[in-house]
Each structure stands twice: as structure tokens, then as C-alpha cells.
């Protein structure tokens, strides 16, 4: 990387347009970069002295980069400065760490798509009587909006059985907090979401593990779990279940609504994926609605700028439910309500389901082939993909993979219980595809060597 600071240019000038400051910030640095005036590998002008060009507020210089840094065409290092890299390739790829614990979908919405939406959910916004500080579960119109999105792709939902909240971790806090009084146990998969892990901790309760196949708790196994440990709540997540990848079919979803039935337990469906879903059939929610609370959210399906979660309870447990959203932070933030609504109004929220599914696809056929990968347990796209291997086995490619430059979730953060977890998650959808085949190939070959265990 080039340490030379060039000097300011006086040719950058700010468009006189409608956009943002900041991004009108950015779009003069990255025309002064894309001219020559800042080439590859050069460090760019401080904050400071960026503002004073233009200026304008060093916050504002600050958004510019960092939206600039979100696109691939800068990338600052903390002491250093900011540095132009090469997109050459158009990936915006350079050698350096590859963060693969984060399933964090890959950007599908261009300004101008997010530009149009916001519009919209300004007119609406600036509309809401008392700037929707009374409708904590979001106002009826949001509502309606998004169970009208939820049933046209994943489960029928009406407008009064859903609660809009802060992203699915606060449904799933909201959904356990509400069963803790039946009991302070929950069964789950062998490992789960370390977001569940927490939240459960958080309320003084705990997971229990329950042995797995290819498409998720065995039901014989979820009975004895259920009998021996007097558990009354479910958790699990049907549609590429995190860490493990597996989807749930209909079949199995009817032989565990069942158990779940005979030990009067209830069930929380985390369908944080369900966009992924293959294997079609209902939802848990549609099958036995008032034995399940439905979490999911907009995060993995749009963007997790905007990180509207849905909580559908079961009715009879809606108004504590309220009560507890009010008490834990008074509802969602009303005008990211309105942009959620105003994405799904203008049919941003389908191109973008359809574009992440194509691109998981994508991405996964490019895990099959670099990894040497046999049969894939959703082989039409799914964000991430489980390698199954032995528990120190797995220890130690996260280990060395950390060594190369690769960042893997260390499989101690989702196991549940005192049993090791048997193998390793790759989240495939955040780095660029370049970076990605850079890092897969990095972990093939970690894959192809052994190391030796010293005891």
C-alpha cells in the first residue's frame, strides 16, 4: 500500500443535485479517484482537510468515506489514513483479512433504488400523527404492509396478529421472555444462533441439545429431551438453521408439531431464512398458529440497514407481548418502519430477494467446487454452508484459518450444552465474490493438510 498523501485537488467540486450531502461528498472524491487524481494504493486527504474543501462538516466527510469504503473504492486503517484500492476486476478485491463469520447479505440496492424508496417513506412519515409516537408495535398501515409481504412469500399473516420490533434478536428475546414462566429450559439443535444463546442467557434460562440429521431435530430424540427435562418451549430455525444449514421438510415439520402437541410445548419458528426455502410446505406458524411464535426480519432479506423484525405470538400471548416491547424500548423507530413499508411498496424488497437468492447460488456452487463439497443440504442457494468435521478438528481449522488471513466463527460460539460442536459454518455472502474464492481456496487447502495434536 502506497503511504504517499496526494494534494488536494481543486478540480472536486460538489454536484448541485438533490442527493444527500455526504453522498454528494462521496460521488466528487470517487469522480477525483475514477480521473487519476487519486490512483491506486494513494492515501487520501485527512477528514479535516476533505471538509474544508468542500466545505462542509467532518461528520459529513466521515458518511461520504465510509459509504465510499461500504462500495469497495476506499478502505481506511485505524493510525493510517484512508487508501484507494484496485477495482480493476470490479470487485474491489486486495489481499488482506476476509471476514467469513458475518452473514451479512451481499449490497443488491443502488442509490437510486434506495433514494426512491426513501421518498416515500418520507411523504409517509412526515404524515403520522404525533410522529408515530404512540403506535409501539408499529402503526396499522406498516403492519399491513409487511404481513402482506410475509404472506404473499412465507406464512399468512393479518396486520393485528404481527408487532413490528427491533430486528429478530428483539422477537426472539420477546418470545422467550414470554415463555419463561412455563420454563426457564428450551431445547434446540445440537448448535444454534449465538444471538439465542445470548438472549437466553440474558434471561436467566437455558438451551438444551437435541440430536440432528440432514433435516433437523429427530423427532424420537425431541421426545426424550422433552420427557426427561420437563422443557415446555421449542427453538428452532427450519430454513438453513444457523450454524448447521439444514432445512426442515414438510414431513419432519408435522412429525415434530406433533411431539411438540403431546408435551403441550410451544414453538419458536426463527425464519430469519425462509426466503431460502426448497423444500416448500407451510410454516410451523400456518400449521399450529397458536402453538407458535414467528420471528423473522428484513435483515438477511434486504438489507440489515433496515432491521425491522416481525413478531407474530400466539394470540392469546399478544398482549403481553405489547406490554413487554413497550417496557424494553417503546416500539420500533417509526420512520424505519416507514422505509421497511416504503422497500416493500415500490417492489424493492422482491428484486432484492430475487437477486440475493441468484447470488447465493451463485456462491455456494463456487463452496462446492473450491471445497471438493459432495451433496449439499440446500443445493438451490443458501448464505452459508456447514462443513462437518471432528470437534478438535474443527478447533483447528478456525484457528489456522485465522492465521491466513480467514475469519471463521469459532464453533464454541453456538454450541449449545457441554457437547463440542462437529464442525465449522463459512457465511459465503458478505466479501466480494473475488474475495470469497481467495478465502475458500484458503481453507482447501487448510482442508488438504493435517496438523498434528500435541497432548
Known sequence: MNDTILELTNTMQLADDDLPLHERVAAAVEAA?????????????????????FSVSIGSVTRAIDALSARGVVRGE??????????????????GPVDMSINAPTPVISL?????????????ALALPNGGYVDLTGTER??????????????????????????????LHLAFAEQRAQSTLIVTET?????????????????????????????????????????????????CQNPLGFETGPGRRRALLAVAARHDAMIVEDDIYGFYAGKG????????????YFVTSL??????????????????????????????????????????????????????????????KLRLDMAQEILGLGALLMPDGAPHVWLPMAPLRAEQVARRASEAGVRLTPPSATQVGDVPVAGIRLCLMAPPRATLARALGVIARILATDEDVIV
Open 78 to 95: 485505524i493510525g493510517r489514513g484512508t487508501f484507494v484500492l484496485d477495482r480493476s476486476d470490479g470487485t474491489g478485491d486486495e489481499a
Open 142 to 171: 406498516q403492519r399491513s404492509v409487511l404481513a402482506g409481504w410475509l404472506s404473499t412469500h412465507r406464512t399468512p399473516l393479518a396486520a393485528d396478529e404481527i408487532v413490528l420490533c427491533n430486528g429478530a434478536q428483539q422477537g
Open 281 to 292: 410446505g407451510p410454516s410451523y406458524k400456518a400449521m399450529a398458529p397458536e402453538r407458535v
Open 191 to 239: 448448535a444454534t444462533y449465538p444471538g439465542a444463546l445470548a438472549a437466553v442467557a440474558s434471561l436467566g434460562m437455558r438451551m438444551l441439545p437435541v440430536a440432528v440429521d440432514g433435516e433437523g431435530m429427530v423427532p424420537e430424540a425431541l421426545e426424550r429431551e422433552l420427557i426427561v427435562s420437563g422443557a415446555r418451549t421449542i427453538y428452532t430455525t427450519p430454513v
Open 112 to 124: 437510486a433504488q434506495m433514494a426512491a424508496a426513501s421518498a416515500i417513506a418520507n411523504r409517509q
Open 299 to 360: 435483515s438477511k432479506s434486504l438489507t440489515p440497514l433496515v432491521r425491522v423484525g416481525v413478531l407474530a405470538p400466539p394470540a392469546a400471548q399478544m398482549p403481553a407481548v405489547r406490554k413487554r416491547l413497550r417496557a424494553e424500548g417503546w416500539g420500533l423507530p417509526p420512520y424505519v418502519a416507514e422505509v421497511a413499508a416504503a422497500m416493500i411498496e415500490c417492489g424493492l424488497a422482491d428484486t432484492a430477494m430475487t437477486a440475493l437468492r441468484a447470488e447465493a
Open 33 to 53: 479517484i475514477a480521473a487519476g487524481q487519486y490512483p491506486v494504493g494513494a492515501r487520501l486527504p485527512t477528514h479535516r482537510q476533505l471538509a474544508q474543501q
